[in-house]
C-alpha cells in the first residue's frame, strides 16, 4: 500500500487542513465531500472523499415515505437509473419507512428534476 504521511494541527475552529502534497494525487479539490469516521476504542479518524475532484454541486437531503421495502427498491433504482449519486441511507421502520437519502445533485435544476422523480414519496428535500 502507497501512502503518504503528514503531521497537521487542529485550528481554534476545529479545522485540520491537508496538505497539497496529500491533495493533489488524490485529486481532492476545493468542495470535495467527505465521510469522517471515529473509531472510539483506537480513538482514530478516518477521512474518506466521497468524490474525488467535484468541486461543485449540491449535496441534497432527501427524506421519503415509504410503505413497503420493495418501494426502498424502487426509489434507489430510480435515483441510480437517472444518473443521481446517493452518498448515504438511512432508514427507520415504525409500521412504514421512513428513510433519508443524501443525494448528489449538479444544481437546483437536478434538485427539481429528482423532486418530480420520487414525488409520491418524497416528505421533504433540502438542499
Do not use: W
Not at 59 to 88: F, H, M, Q
Request: glycine share 8%; hydrophobic share 40%; with cysteine.
Amino acid at each position: 500500500m502507497d501512502s503518504i504521511k503528514a503531521i497537521v494541527k487542529i485550528d481554534s475552529k476545529g479545522r485540520v487542513t491537508i496538505p497539497q502534497h496529500i491533495r493533489e494525487p488524490l485529486g481532492i479539490g476545493l468542495g470535495t465531500y467527505f465521510e469522517v469516521v471515529a473509531d472510539l476504542e483506537k480513538k482514530q479518524l478516518v477521512m474518506k472523499p466521497l468524490f474525488k475532484g467535484r468541486a461543485e454541486g449540491l449535496i441534497v437531503e432527501v427524506k421519503v415515505r415509504l410503505e413497503e421495502l420493495k418501494d426502498l427498491e424502487a426509489v434507489i433504482n430510480s435515483c441510480i437509473g437517472s444518473g443521481y449519486d446517493i452518498i448515504s441511507l438511512n432508514c427507520l421502520h415504525g409500521g412504514t419507512y421512513e428513510c433519508v437519502l443524501n443525494v448528489y445533485a449538479i444544481d437546483y435544476v437536478q434538485v427539481n428534476k429528482l423532486r418530480e422523480l420520487l414525488g409520491r414519496y418524497v416528505i421533504s428535500i433540502n438542499p
